[in-house]
């Protein structure tokens, strides 16, 4: 049972768009920034955004992120193969003093 | 270019101490302001952080392996360390190890550098 909670999967075509939600409490997202990482099989992760809303460099514009409250999303624009894998949300929680992640969205390109 | 590699035994036995090193190549562990963590990844599952180490020595743990979990640095190698004791089968996983780089506060970070990780597995 991860402390931050994701859909298990997401879909989308070549082209559409697609929103992961990542939600949590007030002990981490309400009051912490997220983190946004992306895995494919049998690689570590890549953060593809930080500190809520950045990017880091090398990151398509096509890729955002946001948060509301107890929430975050991650936004991915125009769907490319490439972004099929897995994406996790991370997040300090004050409460228990460590990171925490997300369980995990994985996300088809039809 | 930074770059992280995870080393050691991949196969530990049950009770037993795992122990994993992460030698860090273009950059000195000692310079800048950086923790160098360990995340952990059961097979099929997701991650789960196990804790980091400032460049100053201090650490944070989750507080779900504090009692097993000891993470060190040897500057000297430019190589930080885990130790995890009595380990079980529920510790076999993919280990990574990586670098955060931090904004402003200790919990505004991210991992931006990852090793490509290390499968240990627990054997009974």
């Known amino acids: 049972q991860s402390v931050l909670t994701q859909p298990p999967s997401a879909s989308g075509t070549p082209g559409q768009s697609v929103t992961i939600s990542c939600s949590g409490s007030?002990?981490?997202?309400?009051?912490?920034?997220v983190n946004w990482y992306h895995q494919l099989p049998g690689t570590a992760p890549k953060v593809v955004i930080y500190s809520n809303n950045q990017r880091p460099s090398g990151v398509p514009d096509r890729f955002s992120g946001s948060k509301s409250g107890t929430s975050a999303s991650l936004a991915i624009s125009g769907l490319q193969s490439e972004d099929e894998g897995d994406y996790y949300c991370?997040?300090?929680?004050?409460?228990?003093?460590?990171?925490?992640f997300g369980g995990g969205t994985k996300l088809t390109v039809l | 270019q930074v770059q992280l590699q995870e080393s050691g035994p991949g196969l530990v036995k049950a009770s037993e101490t795992l122990s994993l090193t992460c030698t860090v190549s273009g950059g000195s562990i000692s310079s800048g302001s950086f923790y160098w963590s360990w995340i952990r990844q059961p097979a099929g599952k997701g991650l789960e952080w196990i804790g980091r180490i400032y460049t100053s020595g201090s650490t944070n743990y989750n507080p779900s392996l504090k009692s097993r979990v000891t993470i060190s640095v040897e500057a000297s190698k430019n190589q930080f360390s885990l130790n995890l004791t009595s380990v079980t089968a529920a510790d076999t996983a993919v280990y990574f190890c990586?670098?955060?780089?931090?904004?402003?506060?200790?919990?505004?970070?991210?991992?931006?550098?990852w090793g490509q990780g290390m499968l240990v597995a627990v054997s009974s």
């Open positions: 990586a670098r955060d780089h931090c904004r402003g506060s200790s919990t505004t970070c991210y991992s931006h550098y």
């Open positions: 991370a997040g300090w929680d004050d409460s228990l003093n460590c990171w925490v």
């Open positions: 007030n002990s981490n997202i309400g009051r912490k920034t």
